[in-house]
């Protein structure tokens, strides 16, 4: 085995990253060689990627670390390339090879490449959840456990009752029935790259005026966001991966959805909704069109991803988690850690510290 550490993404054939992907125990479109590029194309810079790799001793690719480094305070962290818009993130290698891990972290701490490592959005069920938590009294690194986020997920397979149930459910048919007595309920589903860009811009702007009446201001008002997903549609159409649907009523679109398809399974990734059409539910109604035309098709689940919104609790039938990790190499940075951790998790102490963060901070400001 030998070890390698790229700073450039050309450096790495497509064709072996996704090989790599294609075998690993967390395999989703957000490991691809296509989504990283995309990510990078938009977001990254020239410097600062470490994507580590092992070969064997026939120069194939065994194991990757997609990371990229940040100087934060004077502390050089590493996170996974395209955090904040994956919701599962890994390092890259077949169950079997998970003790290149161990070779992977041993080089970034004999490099001085990192004092920290920030991995959030791990599958809790992958072997690296595992591995890494193995190393939480080693000498080189300390390891902090972060909080649990729940996915809920829709299985399919061998659960014929339960969607049955829920496809009978009264509010969505009385919804659907609505719809159709409009001219006619629609889903329309397309892989092709050019058909996906030429539609964007209703996503776009449909997904800004839905988030308007919530409060927070949608992604795609930021037009770099919007890139994004254009990048990623010319990356990732191409390979069958990325699934654009689209629920009409008389040929009007009255919601959207961009997600991916590994294998037999639908990553349900961001979808929205007219907001015109609230009153109606057309997000359920574009689930029950959705689930009933995956399920025809040989579909197995219907993954919704991070966040336990009330919407995908009401569909799913099953529910995994993402496990943050946090790998420091000082001790007294690990105890930092823990304490942030700690008053994350607590309400009374979140709400002491952000008072007193909100007391001190015009104190900062007359100092200046």
């Given amino acids: 085995m030998s070890l390698v550490v790229h700073n450039k993404l050309e450096d790495l054939k497509r064709e072996a990253w996704n090989g790599l992907v294609a075998g690993s125990a967390t395999g989703t479109a957000f490991q691809t060689y296509e989504w990283h590029r995309a990510w990078l194309d938009t977001y990254g810079t020239a410097d600062g990627l ?50 290149c891990i161990d070779e992977m972290l ?16 791990l599958p809790a069920a992958s072997p690296t959840v595992g591995r890494l ?8 690194w300390h390891v902090v456990r972060g909080s649990l986020v729940p996915c809920p997920t829709l299985l399919l397979k061998g659960q014929d009752s339960f969607v049955e149930r ?23 589903t397309t892989r092709d790259p050019q058909e996906i860009l030429a539609a964007l811009p209703d996503f776009f702007d449909q997904h800004i005026r839905r988030w308007a009446l919530r409060g927070p201001q949608s992604l795609f008002a930021q037009q770099e966001n919007c890139e994004f997903y254009r990048r990623l549609t010319a990356e990732m159409a191409p390979t069958g991966r990325l699934v654009f649907s689209t629920l009409r009523v008389a040929g009007r679109p009255i919601a959207f959805h961009f997600g991916f398809q590994d294998g037999k399974t639908l990553v ?14 057309p997000g359920g109604v574009f689930l029950w069109k959705v689930i009933s035309a995956g399920r025809k098709e040989g579909l197995e689940e ?4 991070r966040g336990d919104e009330f919407y995908k609790t009401r569909f799913a039938n099953h529910v995994r988690y993402t496990r943050n990790l946090s790998l420091a190499r000082s001790r007294s940075r690990a105890v930092m850690l823990l304490i942030r951790e700690a008053v994350r ?9 952000r008072a007193f963060l909100g007391r001190r901070e015009p104190e900062r400001e007359k100092t200046l």
């Avoid at 659907?176 to 006619?184: F, P, R, V």
């Avoid at 219907?302 to 991803?305: E, G, R, S």
């Avoid at 998790?345 to 510290?353: N, Q, V």
């Fill in 268 to 281: 349900w990734y961001k979808p929205s909704f007219d907001p015109a059409e609230a009153d109606h539910y």
């Fill in 50 to 99: 470490f994507l580590v790799c092992v070969y064997d001793d026939s120069g194939n690719l065994r194991a990757l670390s997609p990371l990229r480094r940040e100087e934060r305070r004077g502390r050089r962290v590493l996170r996974f390339i395209g955090e904040g818009r994956a919701d599962y993130t890994d390092f890259i290698y077949a169950p079997r090879d998970v003790d």
């Fill in 166 to 188: 829920l496809l009978a459910k009264k509010s969505l048919r009385r919804s659907a029935k609505y719809y159709e007595a409009q001219g006619g309920l629609e889903l329309v």
């Fill in 302 to 305: 219907l993954d919704f991803t």
């Fill in 345 to 353: 998790r607590s309400p009374f102490l979140m709400r002491a510290a």
């Fill in 133 to 140: 938590e193995a190393l939480r009294s080693g000498r080189v």
């Fill in 106 to 121: 041993a080089s970034l701490a004999q490099g001085g490449a990192a004092d920290e490592l920030e991995l959030n959005n």
